[in-house]
């Protein structure tokens, strides 16, 4: 038998939430194979990604799955979330300490180890690079390659997460490059031949 490595997935919101949504994240998130979920809405208001946040925080809450809110320690505060997500244009890590205290915590690095010598510095709860692929999700400014994966390595334990166009095809290739997380959105959300639940069956 072959093995599996459990939990490896940080799961990305779609950018738009649909009728069958909450049904479909309960289904993915059964799977035992979500660590993170992390809410990321760009067009949404304050209020709404409050309404959204609390019905997928039980949902998160009910599968054992850590809730992570995008770009904004308030936000993550008043949902009482698990942590928050940083990119590098958002709040310095330090501000969002004072504002969540000793929560998650993860920092966006792209191709950068200055930017992730900054984040391990800052006590950075993990490491995100990409992208690895050509994503549809978002547009692709930054290109990471496995290099940086290995230069990382050597210099912390600190999780990384893995991010960028990650499919069933090319997702072992990042684990065997000792990424602990895979962030994965569009392959499950917007997958033209599979059900959610069926995308994220895909990945063992």
């Known amino acids: 038998m072959r093995k599996i490595r459990p939990k490896y997935i940080y799961l990305i919101s779609p950018n738009i939430i649909t009728n069958n949504f909450y049904k479909n994240l309960n289904e993915v998130l059964k799977t035992g194979k979500v660590s993170y979920f992390q809410m990321r809405f760009k067009k949404y208001s304050y209020l709404k990604k409050i309404s959204i ?13 850590k809730f992570l809110v995008n770009d904004d320690p308030i936000l993550a505060k008043q949902l009482n979330a698990d942590g928050c997500h940083l990119g590098q244009s958002d709040m310095n890590i330090n501000d ?28 950075a709860s993990y490491l995100a ?14 290109k990471a390659n496995f290099k940086i994966l290995h230069e990382v390595r050597k210099i912390t334990k600190i999780p990384i997460v893995a991010i960028g166009g990650i499919n069933s095809k090319n997702y072992k290739k990042l684990l065997l ?19 959610p639940l069926k995308a994220i069956e895909r990945f063992e």
Do not use: D, E, Q
């Open 129 to 142: 690079f990409g992208a690895f692929f050509p994503s549809k999700t978002k547009k692709t400014k930054y």
């Open 53 to 65: 946040g609390k019905k997928i925080k039980k949902i998160c809450k009910k599968n054992n799955v």
């Open 177 to 195: 490059k000792k990424v602990n997380f895979l962030a994965i959105s569009g392959y499950i959300w917007r997958n033209k031949l599979y059900k």
């Open 96 to 123: 969002a300490k004072k504002i969540i205290g000793n929560r998650i915590i993860g920092i966006t690095c792209h191709n950068s180890i200055k930017f992730a010598k900054r984040a391990i510095n800052s006590k």
